[in-house]
């Protein structure tokens, strides 16, 4: 009985010791004893979704994060963007250099981007690389169904644009927040890379208000937001959105020495987004508000010279007489800490809460002024200074004049001009031109604001211009202007 008893306790012994290392082998890599499931979402996502087991359990660890519903949301209102320049006949070549004339246009360029519908009745916001100086815009829908796309209106400082289809009920995405995007968060970027359709990728954000010092004179907004998600040619123009499937940028540019991706991409913010498509809706062009001042980040020499530790901030170095920060009472040596309580600890994003405003908005400026905080309320400027509405009216050479409004650009089949509201004696009027006409161009120059029309006559000095306008009747009309003394 002894023998048996001790041959059953044996027994049990090595059972139970090799159920022991088989649990120990199976929990080996969490000790903790929950072994997620992981989904990843694109091959070259560097961190994966977890997108069924709770990680709730798991010390540090977030919960489940599940980017399904995200991307069911986003894939709808991202469309397939397709345009096509057009090479033209031109006489003095064959005069000079000889050839045929038969053919007078054919496909010269082609191109792939993408666009995200904003609105079911149409609007679709994109990158103006992407469809500039094309001829025929071609949208394409997930569900394959093709549109004519025509332009509303363009931004090359923000490289967006804004198109417009004959359509209505369309699934759209929602505006997000991204000035309440954070570090970490988990994002889909949505697109058509290499005219592979309906592509989404998942990835993280990696910084925000990035500056990535490009071509200035290609574009000049430097305040974005930077992701892992990857991003690849044909993809811009294209989606970045959150978890819960809103809008918080237009993926644009990517930084790669092959041209492909290779590990960052960066969008526009969909704060400034948001604003330069309603300019360009009711104006067809944008407004840019500034504060008057000369400024710059605060390096560790400055913040040696001015014996502060804190260096997040923009000093103030000059304040602009009768600018919107000299209005409201700033002064040279402030530190300017936030705009409307976002901070603004870099220039990039100090130029980047600004483009959310248009002229004439008041904004809650924090400033440290002798160690000491203090508050401003500031009306923003346009570049001009004096009149806060800016662009949106003033008066050239006797005419008032203001840009059309989205509904007389389509009823005159127009993208540009302004129309003149007010007519005082003057140059313009001297010539035959009335109220209810709209100034399209001057020479060659395109005017889409009062700016643009007091440039062109600002450049032509003492020479003469053509006005090409447009009667109220719809009539294209030329008018020749002497502007000698």
Do not use: C
């Not at 169904?145 to 359509?167: C, R």
Request: hydrophobic content about 40%.
């Amino acid at each position: 009985m002894r023998t048996r008893n001790a041959l059953m306790t044996v027994g049990f012994g090595l059972v139970g010791g090799f159920l022991a290392f088989f649990m120990a082998d199976l929990l080996r890599e969490k000790p903790g004893g929950v072994s997620p499931r992981f989904e990843v979402v694109s091959p070259v996502a560097t961190h994966p979704v977890a997108m069924h087991t709770p990680l709730s359990s798991l010390p540090g660890l977030p919960g489940t994060v599940d980017l399904r519903g995200a991307a069911k949301m986003s894939v709808p209102a991202v469309v397939h963007v397709t345009t096509v320049q057009m090479g033209r006949y031109d006489p003095l070549w064959e005069f000079f250099y000889g050839g045929s004339s038969r053919m007078q246009e054919v496909p010269q360029r082609m191109g792939i981007g993408s666009g995200v519908i904003i609105s079911g009745d149409g609007y679709i916001v994109t990158n103006n690389h992407v469809i500039d100086k094309s001829d025929r815009i071609t949208v394409t829908l997930n569900n394959k169904k093709e549109y004519e796309a025509t332009v509303v209106g363009k931004d090359p400082v923000t490289d967006l644009a804004l198109l417009k289809i004959k359509e209505e009920g369309l699934a759209y995405l929602s505006y997000g927040d991204s000035d309440d995007v954070e570090l970490g968060e988990w994002v889909l970027a949505v697109g058509n890379p290499y005219n592979l359709t309906s592509t989404v990728t998942a990835g993280i954000i990696s910084a925000k208000s990035r500056e990535l010092g490009m071509d200035r004179d290609r574009m000049h907004l430097e305040s974005f937001l930077q992701t892992d998600a990857a991003v690849n040619s044909g993809n811009s123009g294209g989606a970045l959105v959150n978890a819960r499937g809103e809008l918080i940028g237009i993926n644009t540019a990517i930084t790669s020495p092959t041209g492909n991706f290779s590990g960052y991409a960066f969008a526009v913010p969909v704060n400034i987004v948001r604003k330069v498509v309603e300019n360009l809706k009711e104006f067809g062009t944008v407004q840019r508000a500034v504060l008057g001042i000369t400024m710059s980040e605060i390096t560790p020499e400055l913040a040696r010279e001015l014996k502060i530790d804190d260096m997040d901030g923009i000093y103030v170095h000059e304040v602009n007489t009768g600018g919107a920060a000299h209005k409201a009472g700033l002064k040279k040596g402030d530190i300017i800490k936030s705009i409307n309580e976002i901070p603004v600890g870099t220039a990039p994003a100090f130029y980047g809460q600004l483009a959310k405003y248009n002229p004439g908005a008041r904004v809650a400026i924090s400033v440290l002024r002798d160690n000491r905080e203090r508050k401003f309320e500031v009306v923003l400027q346009d570049t001009y200074g004096d009149d806060p509405r800016g662009a949106l009216s003033g008066e050239v050479l006797g005419a008032t004049v203001e840009p059309l409004t989205s509904t007389e650009r389509s009823r005159y089949r127009i993208n540009a001009g302004v129309k003149i509201t007010g007519l005082k004696n003057g140059a313009l009027k001297a010539i035959g031109l009335q109220q209810g006409y709209i100034i399209a161009k001057v020479n060659n120059t395109v005017i889409r604001h009062r700016e643009d029309l007091a440039n062109a006559v600002k450049i032509a000095e003492n020479e003469g211009v053509l006005i090409t306008a447009i009667s109220p009747r719809g009539r294209v009309e030329y008018f020749a202007l002497s502007l000698q003394n």
